[in-house]
């Protein structure tokens, strides 16, 4: 399911991806009243095939999803030519010195569930805006 929340002022386009229509809400909330035009998505297959047709600016996915998560579809975006520019940000709970996480391609920021994620949420999005996200996360 793909739901979209018109705000162009600062004319991006960010692709949230998350199966919980709560925590897509809050997150998409958030990226919209710092300006951003939001496409929300509740899988990360319908948010690869619109990101490889429509390009986003950047996406913002949870780690953890059901047939392809969040991580899967970092290295998906890195890997396709169309795709391979695009920020990508993974919001999880993991053990950030797990296997899972170190599967993730370089340049791909992560932002921990818990009482930091706004702060370290607002960190990314500035790295963002300054156009170096790539270059201020080491993956």
């Keep these: 399911m793909r ?5 162009s002022a600062l004319g991006k386009a960010v692709f949230p991806v998350t199966p919980s229509k709560t925590s897509g809400a809050i ?4 990226l ?9 998505f509740s899988n990360a297959w319908e948010a690869l095939q ?3 047709s429509t390009k ?6 949870v780690a953890i999803m059901v047939t392809m998560d969040g991580i899967n579809l970092a290295s998906a975006l890195a890997i396709m030519k169309c795709t391979e520019d695009i920020p990508v940000v993974v919001i999880t709970s993991l053990d950030t010195g797990g296997r899972d996480l170190e599967r993730l391609p370089d340049g791909v920021a992560v932002i921990r569930h818990g ?25």
């Design 3 to 7: 739901v979209v929340e018109e705000n």
């Design 27 to 30: 997150v998409g909330r958030e």
């Design 32 to 40: 919209s009243e710092c300006g951003y035009t939001v496409t929300r």
């Design 50 to 52: 619109f990101s490889a």
């Design 56 to 61: 986003s600016d950047m996406v913002v996915t």
């Design 115 to 139: 009482e930091h994620f706004s702060d370290e949420l607002a960190e990314a999005l500035s790295a963002f805006e300054n156009g170096d996200l790539k270059q201020a996360v080491s993956g």
